[in-house]
């Protein structure tokens, strides 16, 4: 069975940071993108990063470049994202997705995880 299990959300204060992280299970996942996404109340799930298998290629919605970074252990069949400058517009629900493909469209990703809050306080 394939599992995708979100960690390391919680509550910050504006300007701090957190690392999310997200463990594959039931399969090797180091040919596939992977992405992060986010659903805050009220709103429609976005884009917020993806990653090529490789790690060589990545790609960031506007709303974050600079401030999150992605990043891959194959090894481990993990994706973790590195969220610096967290603003209280960041708060949401953060979903991490696996694919054949790395980019910002919801639809092309197969696997989902359940989602981590991500809370920032102003």
């Known amino acids: 069975q394939v599992q995708l299990v979100e960690s390391g959300g919680g509550l910050v204060q504006a300007g701090g940071s957190l690392r999310l992280s997200c463990v594959a299970s039931?399969?090797?996942?180091?040919?596939?993108?992977r992405g992060w996404f986010r659903q805050a109340p009220g709103k429609e799930r976005e884009f917020v990063a993806a990653?090529?298998?490789?790690?060589?290629?990545?790609y960031y919605a506007d709303s974050v470049k600079g401030r999150f970074t992605i990043s891959r252990d194959n090894a481990k069949n993990t994706v973790y994202l590195r969220m610096n400058s967290l603003k209280p517009e960041d708060t949401a629900v953060y979903y991490c997705?696996?694919?054949?493909?790395?980019?910002?469209?919801?639809?092309?990703?197969?696997?989902w995880g359940q989602g981590t809050q991500v809370t920032v306080s102003s």
């Open positions: 039931g399969r090797t996942f180091s040919r596939d993108g």
């Open positions: 997705a696996a694919g054949s493909l790395a980019v910002a469209a919801a639809n092309v990703y197969d696997y």
């Open positions: 990653i090529t298998w490789s790690g060589g290629s990545t």
